[in-house]
């Protein structure tokens, strides 16, 4: 008896240790399954700020670099294909003037990218740009502008930014601008769009740029959606429904219109935009910090402002959200409008050290595939989440453009 009850208590450890093998074993396929995927589908990336990132500091991005999250290397390891270089142009700009010549000047560095390393990245015009180069293994350097600030009031300055690759403009940024309210801004000027601001979302709709609701205020967003004739998108925005009253992200009925009109919304892998205990940690973190700065009547930059904030966060070290927090509102969006509407709009480069655990950088994508492969989404629907919904939306704004233009061509 007592040696029976040995072997069967032998049995069911071996069983556990079975069952766990199988676990892990199966865990290890579905990782190199992701790992595959990742290489086979066409990733598109909405909003790399890599653009900024050089202008501080150039870099080798052809090979491995140290800082950043985005380089050549991380990007093929990844699988990544064709991120939008995002022309990011500071909300102070708009009183300051020069907006137009930074965007200039920053569409310059990434033609002189394309330039400097021919084998590894070329400038994408079109969702046919960016399958051909697929097909020669080149990565897509595409281009959105971040900040409608550089159109400087003049309409033809979107024909401009269309001939010089500009292919997505997220209207506003930080700030109110001559166009749309911001929703981190107070103000709120336009209450929405200024007049101005309907001409430009016609103007883009007939060159066949693709009109960005992200930063926008709600107001500005729902105007948007009643002036625009294609469909829109939201290059880096999460769901509103896991930060509530952050602005920034899109609330449900937003996403359903959205989606409804053909858009799609491209998820922001910052942390902030992901779970409410960031987002909340952070609020509290920064308004002791700004109290104490205010104390003591220090600048942000000031040598002795910094030491305080470095040791501040040493201090208060605040949980990061996981990769499988993007797949969440993957989700999220997946439950409300189906899988045509949600893809990746990462904010690398752009959200300093509040990335996720395990979607640190450009080379992280496969752990995401492998979240959603996990959770039962098809090769298919897959597909479309890396960048075949985006792709889609790209050449549905193109058409509605030609549309658009041999219309008033015979009116
Ligand atoms: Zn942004």
Redesign the pocket.
């Known amino acids: 008896m007592r040696k029976a009850l040995l072997s069967l208590a032998l049995l069911s450890t071996l069983l556990t240790a079975q069952t766990l093998a199988q676990k892990t074993g199966g865990e290890r396929a579905l990782r190199a399954k992701a790992r595959t995927l990742a290489q086979q589908f066409i990733i598109v990336d909405t909003h790399v700020d890599v653009p900024y990132r050089m202008r501080m500091k150039w870099e080798d991005i052809s090979g491995r670099t140290a800082d950043g999250n985005f380089d050549y290397v991380r990007a093929k390891e990844g699988g990544l294909n064709a991120p939008f270089m995002s022309i990011y142009i500071p909300a102070e700009y708009e009183k300051r003037g020069g907006a137009k010549a930074l965007a200039d000047t920053l569409i310059d560095m990434v033609e002189r990218f394309e330039r400097t390393w021919p084998e590894t990245f070329a400038i994408a015009r079109s969702p046919a740009d960016v399958t051909r180069q697929f097909k020669k293994g080149l990565i897509s350097l595409c281009m959105g502008m971040?900040n409608g600030s550089p159109i400087e009031r003049d309409l033809k300055n979107v024909q401009h930014f269309y001939d010089r690759g500009i292919r997505y403009i997220t209207l506003t940024?930080a700030l109110d601008n001559h166009i749309s309210d911001s929703s981190y801004d107070t103000t709120r000027v336009s209450r929405g769009l200024s007049f101005f601001g309907r001409s430009v979302v016609a103007e883009m709709n007939r060159v066949g740029i693709m009109v960005d609701v992200?930063?926008v205020s709600d107001a500005a967003f729902y105007e948007v959606m009643n002036v625009s004739k294609a469909p829109v998108i939201a290059s880096?925005s999460s769901c509103r429904s896991f930060t509530p009253g952050f602005e920034r992200n899109m609330s449900d009925d937003m996403i359903k219109l959205l989606a409804a009109r053909g858009g799609a919304i491209m998820i922001n892998f910052g942390s902030s935009f992901l779970t409410a205990e960031y987002r909340n940690r952070e609020d509290e973190g920064q308004k002791e910090v700004m109290a104490y700065l205010k104390a003591r009547n220090l600048n942000f930059s000031d040598p002795e402002a910094q030491a305080y904030i470095e040791q501040y966060r040493k201090d208060h070290p605040i949980t990061m959200a996981d990769v499988s927090d993007v797949a969440n509102h993957i989700d999220h969006v997946v439950k409300l409008v189906g899988i045509d509407h949600v893809g990746l709009g990462s904010?690398f480069d752009?959200v300093g050290d509040s990335l996720p655990t395990g979607l640190k950088d450009v080379s992280h994508y496969p752990n995401l595939i492998f979240e959603l492969l996990k959770r039962g989404y098809s090769e298919s629907d897959i597909r479309k989440v890396c960048g075949d919904n985006l792709l889609r939306v790209w050449s549905t704004i193109e058409q509605r453009a030609r549309e658009l233009r041999s219309q008033s061509a015979h009116e």
């Open positions: 971040e940024h992200s930063h880096h904010d752009g």
